[in-house]
């Protein structure tokens, strides 16, 4: 029912642990599944909710197509494909502060995309359970993105490509 | 009319860049296509992609993943690009990033090869480092955001969403 994903590269303790806790209070874990990226020595491993380091690309998509709601870092992988597919998506951005991220670009991610249509930035890991349970019984429905890029980039593109 | 197509290479890291570039496909249909990533996962979607939009089928190739701490992985990285790059000869590279695309630009700089770097949509404060450090060798730099575009570079065209 619901997909969590912290991207292809580093774990992300402060979303999975807080999905983890909710899931142990609900039943919500049975039919969820969270992808919580390559673990080390100290990663925090879910106990109520099935999970798995990395998923191939073809998985990814089968399983933000099979869910009712994303809780996601505040990636634009996880992002455009929530969109992609219509399903609503919770981001909670990394923190550099927190050790999570290189930088804050998550942050400025959820500032200037966390409007659109099917986006629900969580700032506090805290809301997450009420923000969730929120989508789902309002039923809302994610964003809409057609299937490639905004026509006068292509096209800028294609000009640049057939011009040398 | 009668000229060779153009061979473009449209280079990015899997996750959140490649999902960007798979986006612009249509900006070389009908060229030859060379795509290269870091996930061999990846090709099943390229083979899909093409079948859908009745192209013929790209090549597909694979380097090994780095981050810009991993030197030694670097170091095979910029190798296995550079042999895909002398091999297969591309009119042009396109890159959304990340560490394969900015090797990717500058060794087709190198080789006069023409070049373009689209700097991520996940970028919407300031240009990420890759971004500076590609960008100001890339034929065609692009942003995402509006409000990054300067005089200087990069330059504002739309984004992929």
């Known amino acids: 029912m619901i997909f969590v994903t912290v991207g292809t590269?580093?774990?992300?303790?402060?979303?999975?642990?807080?999905?983890?806790?909710?899931?142990?209070?609900s039943d919500l874990g049975g039919e969820s599944f969270a992808q919580i990226g390559r673990a080390e020595?100290?990663?925090?491993?879910?106990?109520?909710?099935?999970?798995?380091?990395?998923?191939?690309?073809?998985?990814?998509?089968?399983?933000?197509?099979?869910?009712r709601v994303i809780v996601s870092h505040a990636g634009m992988g996880s992002i455009i494909t929530a969109m992609r597919f219509g399903k609503p998506i919770v981001i909670v951005p990394r923190r550099a502060a927190l050790g999570e991220h290189r930088n804050d670009h998550q942050l400025a991610t959820v500032k200037w995309l966390g409007n659109r249509p099917g986006i629900y930035p969580v700032l506090d890991e805290a809301e997450l359970p009420a923000q969730v349970q929120q989508i789902l019984e309002s039923g809302a429905a994610g964003g809409a993105v057609p299937a490639f890029a905004e026509d006068r980039l292509i096209e800028t593109l294609r000009g640049f490509i057939h011009e040398g | 009319m009668g000229q060779k197509r153009k061979h473009v290479m449209a280079v990015a890291s899997a996750g959140g860049h490649w999902v960007q570039l798979s986006r612009l496909a249509p900006a070389w249909a009908g060229c030859e296509v060379t795509y290269v990533t870091t996930d061999p996962g990846l090709e099943a979607e390229v083979r899909e992609a093409a079948e859908a939009a009745g192209e013929p089928q790209p090549r597909f190739r694979t380097v090994i993943e780095a981050n810009r701490w991993q030197k030694l992985r670097l170091l095979r990285m910029v190798l296995q690009l550079a042999a895909i790059l002398v091999w297969h000869r591309p009119d042009v590279v396109v890159t959304t990033g990340a560490a394969p695309g900015v090797i990717a630009l500058r060794l087709a700089a190198l080789m006069r090869t023409r070049t373009v770097w689209i700097d991520s949509i996940a970028n919407a404060e300031k240009l990420s480092l890759s971004g500076r450090l590609a960008g100001n060798h890339a034929d065609l730099w692009l942003t995402q955001w509006e409000h990054l575009a300067a005089p200087e570079g990069p330059d504002f065209r739309g984004s992929v969403v």
């Open chain 1, 9 to 25: 590269q580093l774990p992300f303790d402060r979303l999975i642990r807080a999905v983890d806790k909710w899931c142990a209070q």
């Open chain 1, 41 to 67: 020595a100290g990663t925090y491993r879910p106990e109520h909710i099935s999970w798995a380091e990395t998923i191939r690309p073809a998985e990814f998509q089968e399983r933000v197509q099979a869910a």
